[in-house]
C-alpha cells in the first residue's frame, strides 16, 4: 500500500510542471491574439451619400371626397306600355341616341292612321275652301276655321307619333349601362326605372375644404385621387370648379376636380383620398425616402461626417440623427426638424450601419431620385 502511494506521488511530480508549461503556452498565444485582434481594423464600409436637397415645395392638402359622374341618370319610361323588346346587355357601353328598349305601340300607330285620314281630309276641305273664297263662295270666317281644323288634324298626327317616339327608350348620353330592372312582357307605368346609365369618362370628384383654405383656392391647381380598391395607384385631375359660398353649418367650400377615368375604374359614389396642390410655395428640406431609418423610438438618418484617427487621414464616419419628417411626394420626403441644408447622409442601406461606423463614399451605383417617379411599364 505504501509502495503505491509512493509511485503516485512519483507521478504527480512529473507530470505537474508538464501541465503548467502547456497552460502557460496557451495563455500567451491568447493573449497575443487579443492583442492582435485588437490592432486589426474593419475595412470601411462602402455607401451612398446625397447632400440633403433645399427646393421650394408647393404643398398638398390633404381631403376626402367622392367620385361624382359628369352625367349620372337612371332611366325611366316616359309613357306606360308593354316590354316588347329590350335591345341592350347590361353593364355595356352604349352610345348617345342608341336604343335600350321598345314598348309595344300597335295601338298608337293604329291611332296616328286615323289622325292622318283626318289630317288628309281637313286640308282638303281648306284647299277646297281657299277655291271657294276666291269666289265669294264662302266667307272669310267659314276658311277660317277650315284652316285651324287642318291645324289642329295636323297637330293629332305629331302628337301620336310623339308618343310613339317615347315608347322607345334611348340613351340620354354615351356612357356605362347598369343592371336593368324590367323583363319582356312586363307593364311599365309612366315613370318605372328602366336601368341605371353613367357617364365615366372623366368623372367629377367632390370634396370640402375648411373656409381658411379659401384663399388658396383657385380652378387649375392640381389634383391626385386615391382608393383603398387599387392600392398604389392614383388618378390625376385638376380643380375645375368651388362653390361661391360657405357652408353655413360646416364653415367649409365645397371643390370639384375633374379626373380622366378612361379605363373606367373610378366609379360614381366611390370614397377617395385626395390630395390638392396648394397656389403657394414653401421652401423645404428634402431626403430621400431610402435614407430614413424607421424605429420604435422615431426615425433616424446617419450623417456622414469626419471621424477622428490617430494614424495619417481623416476618416468618414456615420453618425445617428433623429429626424422629424413632414409631407412626401414621389421618392422624397420633408425634413422639418433634425439636419441642416448642405449636410451629407447615406441615401441608401440605412438598415446596415451602427452609430460610429467607418465609411468610404461610392456613388457609382447609387440611384437616381426624383420628386415625380414615372415607372416604365405604367
Known amino acids: 500500500m505504501l509502495r503505491h502511494l509512493l509511485w503516485a506521488g512519483v507521478g504527480i511530480i512529473v507530470v505537474l510542471p508538464i501541465v503548467g508549461g502547456l497552460m502557460a503556452i496557451k495563455l500567451f498565444q491568447f493573449e497575443a491574439m487579443e492583442a492582435a485582434g485588437a490592432q486589426q481594423q474593419m475595412p470601411p464600409e462602402p455607401v451612398n451619400v446625397i447632400a440633403v ?26 309613357a306606360e306600355g308593354m316590354v316588347r323588346d329590350i335591345v341592350f346587355k347590361a353593364g355595356a357601353r352604349v352610345k348617345t341616341g342608341e336604343p335600350l328598349v321598345r314598348l309595344d305601340v300597335e295601338v298608337e300607330q293604329a291611332q296616328l292612321r286615323e289622325a292622318q285620314a283626318a289630317a288628309a281630309l ?35 298626327v305629331d302628337f301620336f307619333r310623339a308618343l310613339i317616339d317615347k315608347k322607345t327608350l334611348r340613351a340620354p348620353f354615351a356612357g356605362r349601362l347598369g343592371i336593368r330592372q324590367i323583363s319582356l312582357g312586363q307593364f311599365l307605368d309612366k315613370g318605372s326605372p328602366v336601368v341605371s346609365l353613367q357617364s365615366l369618362d372623366p368623372v367629377y370628384v367632390e370634396f370640402s375644404l375648411p373656409q381658411q383654405r379659401l384663399g388658396e383656392l383657385t380652378e387649375g391647381l392640381q389634383v391626385t385621387a386615391s382608393s383603398d380598391a387599387y392600392p398604389g395607384q392614383t388618378f390625376a385631375g385638376r380643380v375645375t370648379a368651388f362653390n361661391p359660398e360657405i357652408d353655413p353649418v360646416t364653415r367649409s367650400v365645397r371643390v370639384q376636380a375633374t379626373l380622366a377615368n378612361a379605363d373606367g375604374r373610378l366609379r360614381p359614389g366611390m370614397f377617395v383620398t385626395v390630395a390638392m396642390l396648394a397656389a403657394r410655395l414653401e421652401t423645404v428640406l428634402l431626403i430621400p425616402l431610402t435614407a430614413v431609418q424607421h424605429g420604435p423610438y422615431g426615425d433616424t438618418v446617419f450623417v456622414v461626417e469626419e471621424g477622428e484617427s490617430e494614424q495619417d487621414g481623416t476618416p468618414l464616419v456615420v453618425r445617428q440623427q433623429p429626424v422629424r419628417l413632414g409631407a412626401r411626394r414621389g421618392d422624397f420626403v420633408v425634413v422639418t426638424e433634425g439636419v441642416a441644408a448642405g449636410e451629407q447622409l447615406v441615401s441608401t442601406g440605412v438598415f446596415k450601419l451602427r452609430p460610429g461606423m467607418v465609411v468610404v463614399i461610392d456613388n457609382s451605383l447609387a440611384p437616381e431620385f426624383k420628386l415625380d417617379p414615372w415607372p416604365d411599364n405604367s
Open 122 to 156: 281637313t286640308r282638303l276641305s281648306f284647299g277646297r275652301g281657299q277655291q271657294l273664297r276666291k269666289s265669294q263662295s264662302i266667307s272669310q270666317g267659314e276658311l277660317d276655321t277650315l284652316e285651324a281644323n287642318m291645324k289642329q288634324a295636323d297637330a293629332q
Open 53 to 78: 436637397r433645399e427646393a421650394s415645395w408647393q404643398p398638398s392638402i390633404a381631403a376626402v371626397g367622392s367620385v361624382v359622374a359628369v352625367q349620372g341618370t337612371l332611366i325611366r319610361t316616359e
